[in-house]
């Protein structure tokens, strides 16, 4: 048996795979992000720990028996800081945190958001490490003087279970990490002005991270001491492991509170627009080509609430308005952080068009799904799509949005092995750089293809109509800043 342990913004889920990568049982705990003030989130990393113990704990219960390997992914970006005993110094400031949204667009102007990208590949956003660093750099230096390490979810926890203090190529590829050298890139530290804490950046492990349960960690899940665990990468390229995606030019949409396109690469291309991320792999010369929109299911959620719906009424509603939604149109940028991915644009923000009187509710929510498909499209075009689509998350349980994202795309939506699609690829990944041989295509086989249909033409005209009203937002949005 192994375990893949999934430490999600608002959800830690623990889920037990056997030796043919059947889901035996998984585990779900709710956590809590908290907002101290607008537009700021952070996490308490001992409650994290304690929703992974807890998880851990229920599913080894339920399928009585402890697992031979655990993997653990999670949560990408944001800061972590933590002192030399991996025990936190501060709350946790989440990817989703937009303080530093001040400092991102001074570097903007002053080019240095472009010279970092040209060389890595990687975009910053607000709730990435670098600008979060040069906040607490200038308002908290401190803090900074007390920890030992700015990580990332998965690798606090690591520490706390392994006692090793390392990351992986993915969670380091933003933004420091050069790409080629898979080191730390001196100049991206200088231009963001983050040289002198250098040393809080933790040592790149390559293909991953592994150690073992030390006794304290044992007591706490409940499992034996010394079983072997190993981290990352983090959820995006967790899920497109667990999804199958091994060919250049494949490509993967999770369908979750982010609506993250990503393409398997075999080179890096800095040039074009300044946006999304670029992850190192654990396979030298592949890389993801990643773009991250700030929200997907999170802005359906918000449009049900606002309709006075549920969840649960989603597909209903889908089928009570027709394609196009009676001529309402939306812009899908419902983040308060703005855009970061197929552009960034920290003044985005979400619209309707087209609303009248008769307008429903089901023709807002449907503006809305089919906006986001829009959203997928762009980020998978400029990221490079030439493949396959595989699709993960909360989203795929819709038939009929699923079917409107296979309609937008014009290509066939691979549904991945579901539910823990992020799991089952922490497994993988732990079995790799741990040495266990496995059967792939076993592991990641489809639930189900979703073939576009007839719809697929007039999409294809919309979607050109999306992009238009997104250009000339996006001149609006200049005037903004």
């Known amino acids: 048996m192994y375990l893949g342990i999934d430490i999600g913004t608002s959800v830690t889920k623990a889920a037990v795979f056997d030796a043919d990568g059947r889901l035996r049982a998984v585990e779900a705990r709710r956590t809590r992000l908290d907002s101290p003030t607008d537009g700021w989130f952070e996490q308490d990393p001992d409650e994290v720990l304690e929703s992974v113990a807890a998880v851990v704990r229920a599913v080894v219960t339920t399928v009585g028996t402890p697992p031979t390997v655990v993997g653990l992914t999670g949560q990408g970006d944001g800061v ?94 933003l933004p420091f990490l050069n790409p080629h050298s898979r080191r730390y890139d001196d100049d991206v530290l200088a231009w963001t002005g983050l040289s002198a804490w250098a040393h809080l950046l ?8 592994t150690g073992t349960l030390t006794a304290e960690a044992a007591d706490l899940l409940g499992l034996p001491a010394g079983t072997p665990v190993a981290a990352g990468p983090f959820d995006l390229p967790a899920c497109a492991l667990g999804s199958g995606v091994g060919r250049p030019g494949e490509g993967h949409v999770i369908i979750g509170t982010t609506l993250a396109c990503q393409v398997l690469v075999d080179r890096v291309d800095t040039s074009g627009e300044v946006a999304g991320m670029t992850l190192a792999t654990a396979t030298q010369g592949r890389w993801l080509r990643a773009m991250p929109a700030m929200v997907g299911t999170a802005a359906i959620d918000w449009v049900l609430d606002l309709v006075g ?106 549904i991945a092995p579901q ?63």
């Open 80 to 173: 972590w800081l933590v002192d030399a005993d991996g025990r936190p110094v501060r709350p946790a400031i989440s990817w989703m945190d937009g303080r530093a949204v001040a400092i991102l667009r001074r570097w903007v102007a002053d080019e240095v958001v472009e010279k970092v990208f040209r060389t890595t590949g990687n975009t910053m956003f607000p709730g990435s490490a670098a600008p979060i660093l040069a906040w607490l750099a200038q308002h908290e230096p401190d803090t900074l003087a007390r920890a030992a390490t700015a990580g990332y979810c998965k690798d606090v926890v690591m520490q706390r279970l392994t006692g090793v203090r390392a990351t992986d190529s993915s969670d380091a590829s």
């Open 309 to 414: 719906e549920s969840h649960e009424a989603l597909e209903g509603l889908l089928a009570q308005a027709p394609r196009g939604a009676r001529g309402v149109t939306c812009l899908p940028y419902f983040s308060p952080a703005g855009e970061r991915a197929p552009f960034l644009e920290p003044a985005a923000r979400a619209s309707f068009d087209g609303l009248t009187v008769q307008t429903t509710k089901a023709d807002v929510v449907r503006a809305a799904c089919e906006a986001v498909a829009f959203a997928a499209r762009h980020c998978f075009e400029a990221a490079g799509l030439s493949g396959e689509v595989a699709a993960c998350g909360g989203g795929t349980r819709s038939a009929t949005w699923l079917q409107i994202f296979a309609d937008v795309l014009g290509r066939p939506v691979r």
């Open 202 to 209: 933790a040592p790149i492990v390559t293909p991953r991270p």
């Open 419 to 481: 539910p823990e699609t992020g799991a089952r690829g922490a497994v993988l990944a732990a079995l790799d750089a741990l040495g266990h041989q496995v059967d792939l295509a076993t592991w990641t086989a489809p639930d189900g293809v979703v073939e576009p249909g007839p719809d697929a033409t007039y999409y294809a005209e919309a979607y050109a109509g999306f992009r238009a009203r997104v250009d000339a937002a996006r001149e609006r949005w200049k005037g903004d800043e």
